[in-house]
Every structure is written in C-alpha cells, then in structure tokens.
C-alpha cells in the first residue's frame, strides 16, 4: 500500500469516449499532480494542485480536465482523446511545506484509446 | 528551465556485478536532487534525495548516489546487484528556490535488467 490509490488500473476508451481517473491520498499531504509516462520519454507533468487550487498546468490539451474537489481526492476527466494519448498516467502527492518535496506516487492507470 | 539526462536507456549487468547509473542536470543553482525506482507494474518509490549537506547519500538497500555540483551529476551507485533491483530508475531534479513550479522534473529514465 502506497498511500495513494489510483482508479482504475486499466482503461481501454474509444475516442469518443468521456471517462474519469480517479486519486485518492490519505497521507495529509496538501499538493497532488498529475504525470503522464510514454515509453522512452520523461515524465511529462500535467496538472499540479496545491490547497485544492491548481498552480500550473502546462499546456495541457483541454481534452484533459482536472478537478480536485478536497485536498484527498483528484481526478482527470477525458473526452475525445487520441491514440497518442495512450500511457500510463500517474498520480502524486506531496507536503508542500516539505523541503525535499519527496513524492508518493500511485500505481497509475494505463490508458489505451483505440 | 531545467533537465535532466539519463544518458543510458538500458543498463544489462550480471547479478552481483557492481553497476553505476548516470545523471546530469542543466541547473547551476543550488538544487535538490532525487532517484526514484519504478518495479513492473507499479507507481514511482522514492530511493534515495540529496538537498544539502553530505555530498554521498545512501539508501537503505545498497544504493547511494554522489552529488557533484562542478560536474552537475548525481549518479547512482551499487557496488553489487540483485536480481530484485531489476527495475527502471528516474532521476529527478527540483528548484529549492523556485516557489512558483512546485514539481519535480524528471529524467526519460534508465531500465536495469540484472541478469543471473
């Protein structure tokens, strides 16, 4: 057990489709991000929330739409999205406050869209 | 705005072998700096941070990584391998000053495969 839990682990949508993926913390932690990981790529960060509000969100197509209803929970919503948004996309939280802004990560849920 | 390179994609050694993998960020600031290990089919785990102080941090399994500001590295060590530590690395970097992006930024990563 990690800390964070993501739903579901696996998702297979077409492109029509409108979906939602879920993260949950019960660490205490006040930030949570979103991070997408392709094969042979870094870790692209998506959305960062921090007490609830979100502080940057680097250019991410509005396919994708975050929503972070209590400093616990985190989602992403997905309408219309294209193959190459296929990957495993993985949540974090962290404790603002901390120094070394050391991570928890869930298991992600691998995304595939056909 | 930062990087980080892991040069080496994949890394085969034999177990038991000692192995050392590579990382290199742009920053010259002062910076703080992390290897996360990622185990098939499950999310990041942090290994080991450097923020300030003692340049050679350890973990708790073996691995240790050396911070080396005039050649901004922070390579990842282990003088003898297991077949467990079979898994893909990241290294990562964070800006101790720079309050406005709060995240991390993350290398492509390095696959070690341990090979009996």
């Known amino acids: 057990e990690t800390g964070v839990t993501q739903t579901p682990r696996h998702l297979v949508m077409g492109m029509t489709n409108k979906k939602s993926l879920k993260c949950e913390q019960h660490?205490?932690?006040?930030?949570m991000y979103w991070y997408k990981q392709s094969a042979k790529k870094p870790l692209e960060l998506m959305f960062v929330?921090?007490?609830?509000?979100?502080?940057e969100n680097n250019s991410v197509p509005s396919r994708f739409s975050p929503e972070c209803p209590n400093s616990s929970h985190l989602f992403l919503h997905l309408h219309t999205l294209q193959p190459e948004d296929s990957a495993l996309y993985l949540c974090a939280s962290s404790q603002d406050r901390d120094r070394g802004r050391s991570y928890t990560f869930g298991s992600g849920t691998r995304l595939t869209v056909v | 705005a930062q990087s980080v390179t892991q040069l080496d994609s994949q890394v085969p050694v034999f177990e038991e072998a000692p192995v050392e993998l590579r990382c290199n960020y742009s920053?010259?600031?002062?910076?703080?700096l992390f290897w996360y290990v990622q185990y098939p089919n499950q999310g990041l785990q942090l290994l080991l941070k450097y923020l300030s102080g003692s340049t050679l941090v350890e973990s708790i399994n073996g691995f240790e990584a050396e911070f080396n500001k005039s050649q901004t590295s922070f390579h990842l060590r282990k003088p003898s391998v297991h077949i467990s530590d079979t898994a893909e690395y990241f290294c990562?970097?964070?800006?101790?000053?720079?309050?406005?992006?709060?995240?991390?930024?993350f290398g492509s990563g390095t696959r070690l495969q341990v090979q009996p």
């Open positions: 920053s010259s600031v002062s910076v703080y």
């Open positions: 660490l205490g932690h006040n930030a």
């Open positions: 990562a970097v964070s800006d101790p000053m720079d309050t406005g992006r709060r995240a991390l930024t």
């Open positions: 929330y921090s007490l609830e509000e979100r502080v």
